[in-house]
């Protein structure tokens, strides 16, 4: 049976048998004898997205990865980084540092910080994120052709992806064919990436799609 470390767009787990492109974690949220997760979905304001193979570093997912047998940070699992920035995690400085550093670097363009800091990143996402609280805004139509790439909305419980103009519906498996926007105007929509990561998306951060999206 899968674990329960898959993460959607809004930010909830799930156990799913697809893992994704990309690992990360938002802290110890596991115990590790039964290979479960706590009650609570975060430890951590940093949530962050790592490569799933790094240095040869092999971790047993959700298990005793500390020294002396303790839980180490709880592995999560993305379809892509555009799913992982929707559910308002932000790429890690250990594992894909340069990434990490275009990023937080945009970051400082978009708000005017000479100087910025992944803590300012961190602090402002877990205000805006919807799994630690947030509230996403509603999005209208005619402002979808305003949004960057890479941007994720939904409607309901349905996620889509916005690229080249067009909606991609999302689900642990890849994206659907693109189709046009007007095609959503029916129901009301809500932002999912936070408004801190659509800033850094204006400003040219290019986030890792899943190959399905090249279809």
Not at 37 to 49: D, G, S
Not at 81 to 109: I, N
Request: charged share 20%; net charge positive; glycine share 10%.
């Amino acid at each position: 049976m899968p674990l329960q470390n898959r993460v959607d767009p809004f930010g909830a787990i799930h156990a799913v048998p697809e893992r994704g492109l990309f690992t990360g974690n938002r802290g110890i949220i596991h115990d590790p004898e039964t290979r479960t997760l706590l009650r609570k979905r975060w430890a951590l304001p940093a949530w962050i997205i790592c490569v799933c193979q790094f240095r040869n570093v092999r971790r047993e997912p959700m298990g005793r990865n500390r020294p002396g047998g303790k839980a180490g940070w709880t592995e999560l699992f993305f379809l892509d980084e555009v799913t992982a920035l929707a559910a308002g995690h932000r790429p890690c400085f250990f594992c894909q540092r340069e990434h990490a550093t275009d990023f937080v670097g945009r970051f400082g363009l978009a708000f005017g910080f000479d100087e910025p800091r992944a803590p300012m990143v961190d602090k402002r996402l877990h205000k805006e994120r919807m799994a630690s609280g947030g509230q996403p805004p509603l999005v209208t139509v005619p402002e979808l052709g305003g949004l960057p790439d890479g941007t994720v909305i939904a409607q309901g419980d349905v996620a889509y992806a916005l690229r080249a103009g067009t909606a991609r519906k999302w689900s642990f498996a890849g994206y659907a064919d693109p189709i046009a926007f007007d095609r959503l105007a029916d129901w009301p929509m809500r932002l999912l990436t936070p408004a801190t990561t659509i800033a850094v998306l204006r400003q040219g951060f290019a986030p890792v799609w899943h190959p399905s999206a090249d279809t």
